[in-house]
């Protein structure tokens, strides 16, 4: 069975402090890995990974795949305190019309 | 361009009642996703569509759920009748196609049963 795990569940971090967020995965004949963020509302997309060593980067966030040993992280540095969401982590699978696998999230709180 | 639109945001009814939540996939897409969202219990896949078509129902949590796509631009959620523990935020969310492309959410209905 696919299986999405993310560490830590819960954080909490001061303003300017940089966080990794971890995403470890198992899935059949895996395809992707995608980031969400959601605040109060739907998750939003934040990035698509599908090549292991290549960094994704989006102003202060950046995020790493490694197909090897099956897991992601995604940095957030000088982080502020519209950083504070839940962020969500899911895995697609090339086998058939399966759908994206995810992760329980990791909450993250920034504090001024 | 339109995202994912859903109606209606928010919902409030009484135990027993039917509720009905709508979704509009973004155009060209053919795979439409819903999900239900709970703090206890996370984002869970209730079922998805591709092509209108009903790929995988096993997370719909029991007979009192339905879910139709009559169109490649519209589909329902039913709850009947609606019970205390449905209250949750259902999403509803599009992609290309089903196998591992990025999905685009909806805002989500917030439903309420008394």
């Known amino acids: 069975e696919d299986k999405v795990v993310q560490s830590p569940l819960s954080l909490v971090v001061h303003e300017g402090d940089t966080v990794t967020l971890n995403c470890s995965y198992e899935?059949?004949?895996?395809?992707?890995l995608l980031w969400y963020k959601q605040e109060k509302k739907a998750p939003t997309f934040l990035f698509m990974l599908t090549s292991s060593g290549i960094e994704k980067k989006s102003g202060r966030l950046s995020s790493i795949l490694d197909k090897k040993e099956l897991f992601s992280i995604l940095n957030i540095t000088a982080t502020q305190t519209g950083d504070s969401a839940v962020y969500l982590c899911?895995?697609?699978?090339?086998?058939?019309?399966?759908?994206?696998?995810f992760g329980k999230g990791t909450r993250l709180s920034v504090i001024a | 361009d339109a995202g994912v639109i859903q109606s209606p945001r928010h919902e409030v009814t009484e135990m027993g009642q039917e509720v009905t939540l709508r979704c509009k996939p973004i155009?060209?897409?053919?795979?439409l996703f819903w999900y239900r969202q709970t703090m206890m219990r996370g984002l869970e896949l209730l079922i998805y569509?591709?092509?209108?078509?009903?790929?995988?129902d096993s997370g719909m949590p029991e007979d009192r759920f339905s879910a139709k796509m009559p169109n490649a631009s519209f589909s329902t959620l039913k709850i009947q009748p609606s019970e205390p523990r449905d209250s949750a935020v259902y999403f509803c969310?599009?992609?290309?196609?089903?196998?591992?492309?990025?999905?685009?959410f909806g805002p989500g209905t917030r439903l309420l049963v008394l």
């Open positions: 969310a599009s992609s290309r196609s089903g196998g591992g492309e990025t999905q685009y």
């Open positions: 155009s060209g897409h053919n795979s």
């Open positions: 569509f591709n092509n209108n078509v009903p790929i995988d």
């Open positions: 899935v059949t004949n895996f395809r992707s």
């Open positions: 899911a895995v697609g699978s090339r086998a058939g019309n399966t759908p994206l696998v």
